[in-house]
């Protein structure tokens, strides 16, 4: 009920699962204030956040709904995103603000610029000079 989980949020140290979460898309984390976006939570065991190095971050969760990379990621498949983990890494999986839109797609740097890219060969690459990486996938789950 609401009181229990009002309890396990604001108390998440007397568990072994960590709360995380669940938005409806990509665009809800447009602000740095989603919480009026979240629709419900997964619960994550902490040991496995901390293999991820992943223990204090701040997470969210969502399924996906579009196809930039596909066929890694399905529309249906859930992701687990860092908040925290904002630093670019070769070959992660990034969210980035361009524009105002939240996009899922990899990231690789060249001198001086990014080259954003994308699994679904229907989706153009292209590159720029400044990217907001808003946050980077951890998981992904997807049903089989």
């Given amino acids: 009920n609401d009181r229990e989980l009002d309890r396990a949020l604001s108390d998440q140290n007397r568990y072994a ?26 619960a994550l065991q ?8 992943a223990a ?3 997470l969210v969760a969502l399924v996906m709904a579009e196809p930039t990379l596909e066929p890694t990621i399905k529309p249906g498949d859930t992701l687990i995103i860092s908040l925290t983990q904002r630093q670019f890494a ?3 999986i990034f969210v980035v603000n361009l524009d105002g ?14 080259r954003i890219t994308f699994d679904n060969p229907q989706i153009k690459d292209f590159e720029s000079e400044d990217v907001d990486i808003r946050g980077r996938v951890l ?4 049903a089989v």
């Fill in 46 to 53: 902490k040991a496995e956040l901390h293999k991820a190095g």
């Fill in 17 to 42: 699962f960590k709360l995380v979460p669940m938005i409806k898309s990509l665009q809800d984390l447009k602000e740095e204030n989603y919480a009026p976006c979240i629709t419900s939570y997964l």
């Fill in 139 to 142: 998981w992904l789950s997807q």
């Fill in 101 to 114: 839109t939240q996009l899922l797609c990899r990231l690789n740097k060249l001198p001086g610029r990014f």
């Fill in 90 to 92: 070769q070959g992660g």
């Fill in 56 to 58: 204090g971050d701040e």
